[in-house]
């Protein structure tokens, strides 16, 4: 299996494959990446094809403003190039296409202070096909698909049902570890949620049709090219626009890909250190980010998808914690709304 990567904007990209997702199940990307992976290449084609800036020019910068020597990150995004300097700094150069909106990052650390990092925009180099400049913090923390692969291999009596769907003693041990990692980080998840919902946005009716409208066409077209066994699931799906886009229910900041790339967590604790790779967040009803939590209450293997004998006691774990994270304020109206976003969020992840 082929991997390509596509940046964000933090020290770990996103991995995507050629032929479908990284597997809940499948072994962490490390030996995949020595076999197909090659940081030399990565850099040198980014350069070459991306940008008429050189790679001396941005490692002089990154010298000339920080004093300290760069050093590759490990995994490089496609559209561009990141360093970090020291232990507590990443200095990325993105082409302009992907070019990070500033308003989003300054919205998210202002949503999220303890899980987002502070970014700095500092212009442009060259000149037909510049890079621009940003300075990040390096967050701690793994990205939760590599840290999730640390525990050790459990004894076959320690196996629980879920995990035996898994085909190989690396894939049980990966179960184990997402048990313990994901209970011991479902307070910091759900703080993450909680501190959306008590920062709510707000947007005029027009912006709210144009989103429903998007999203309802969105819905359409899947009822038009999946096969006949998802419609009942499509016709809740798109029974829900007219009551979430509405001045009842509350718009957040909702993080594009809350995938397990772009969450990092501590090898030890197990908990949420950050969230990278905001490009894609938008205001949009709270829930529509949801579905990243159903990343981590199951594994994906050669027969499917497959839930984790425990997951309603990971579920309901979540939702105390959400709720202990609201202020006052908010906590009196989650009551309702929550299961709305919830079931919204769950009726598009049974597709």
């Not at 302009?96 to 700095?120: E, G, I, N, R, T």
């Not at 105390?320 to 976003?341: H, I, K, N, Y």
Request: net charge neutral.
């Amino acid at each position: 299996m082929c991997l390509k990567s596509k940046t964000l904007p933090g020290h770990f990209p996103h991995f995507e494959t050629s032929n479908k997702h990284l597997s809940h199940c499948s072994p962490p990307p490390s030996s995949a990446m020595v076999t197909h992976y090659s940081l030399d290449n990565a850099i040198s084609s980014f350069f070459e094809s991306m940008t008429s800036a050189t790679r001396q020019q941005c490692d002089d910068f990154a010298l000339g403003h920080t004093g300290g020597q760069p050093s590759p990150v490990q995994i490089q995004g496609t559209f561009s190039y990141t360093v970090a300097v020291g232990a507590t700094k990443i200095l990325q150069f993105r082409v302009l296409d992907p070019s990070l909106d500033m308003h989003v990052m300054s919205l998210a650390k202002a949503v999220h202070p303890q899980f987002v990092a502070s970014c700095k925009y500092h212009g442009t180099i060259g000149r037909s096909r510049p890079v621009h400049i940003y300075e990040m913090e390096n967050l701690p923390g793994a990205a939760y698909i590599i840290a999730r692969s640390i525990s050790t291999i459990q004894s076959a009596d320690a196996v629980s049902p879920a995990a035996q769907h898994c085909e190989r003693p690396s894939e049980v041990r990966v179960y184990h570890t997402m048990m313990s990692t994901f209970q011991a980080g479902a307070d910091h998840a759900c703080s993450f949620f909680a501190q959306s919902w008590n920062s709510r946005r707000r947007l005029d009716l027009d912006n709210m049709a144009t989103l429903q409208a998007e999203f309802e066409s969105k819905c359409d077209v899947l009822t038009r090219s999946l096969p006949p066994r998802f419609t009942s699931n499509l016709h809740g799906v798109r029974q829900s626009p007219p009551s979430l886009f509405s001045e009842t229910f509350p718009f957040v900041l909702n993080h594009g890909d809350l995938c397990e790339m772009n969450i990092l967590i501590g090898r030890e604790t197990g908990n949420i250190t950050g969230i990278v790779d905001w490009a894609e967040a938008r205001i949009l009803p709270f829930g529509f980010a949801l579905w990243g939590l159903e990343n981590i209450l199951g594994c994906m293997d050669s027969t499917g998808w497959h839930y984790y004998d425990n997951r309603r006691e990971l579920e309901d774990r979540l939702w105390r914690a959400f709720r202990t994270g609201l202020t006052m304020r908010r906590r009196a109206t989650c009551s309702s709304s929550e299961v709305r976003g919830w079931r919204a969020c769950s009726g598009g992840m049974g597709l």
